[in-house]
Nanobody
Framework: VHLAESGGGLVQAGGSLKLSCVASGGRLSLDVMGWYRQAPGQQRELVATITSDGTATYADSAKGRFIISRDNAKKTVALQMNDLKPEDTAVYYC????????????WGQGTQVTVSS
């Protein structure tokens, strides 16, 4: 499974960006899709995930500002980010999991989001 992100960029504080990720390859459905981020010098952290039935989970930092959505038929996941803050600056990674006999995990290459103050 290959994941390709798009939509990153530079935005002023208070602005919005929408990240998109499309999965290709593989024939099985993706049980969980989500977004993680990694700021310079910090560990990668969860932003939001969404299951195939639409159950969403958010990090506290994303609650009330970010909205995750997915289209199972198109194998896409999106992250609408509103009221962006400088501390949201990071590389954002798309993630997908298939829960079979083992859990298979896939990552995109990442897209840079920079929020200026």
């Amino acid at each position: 499974v290959h994941l390709a992100e798009s939509g990153g960029g530079l935005v002023q504080a208070g602005g919005s960006l929408k990240l998109s990720c499309v999965a290709s390859g593989g024939r099985l459905s993706l049980d969980v899709m989500g977004w993680y981020r990694q700021a310079p010098g910090q560990q990668r952290e969860l932003v939001a995930t969404i299951t195939s039935d639409g159950t969403a989970t958010y990090a506290d930092s994303a609650k009330g500002r970010f909205i995750i959505s997915r289209d199972n038929a198109k194998k896409t996941v999106a992250l609408q980010m509103n009221d962006l803050k400088p501390e949201d600056t990071a590389v954002y990674y798309c993630n997908a999991e298939q829960m079979l006999a083992f859990t298979y995990e896939y990552w995109g290459q990442g897209t840079q989001v920079t929020v200026s103050s």
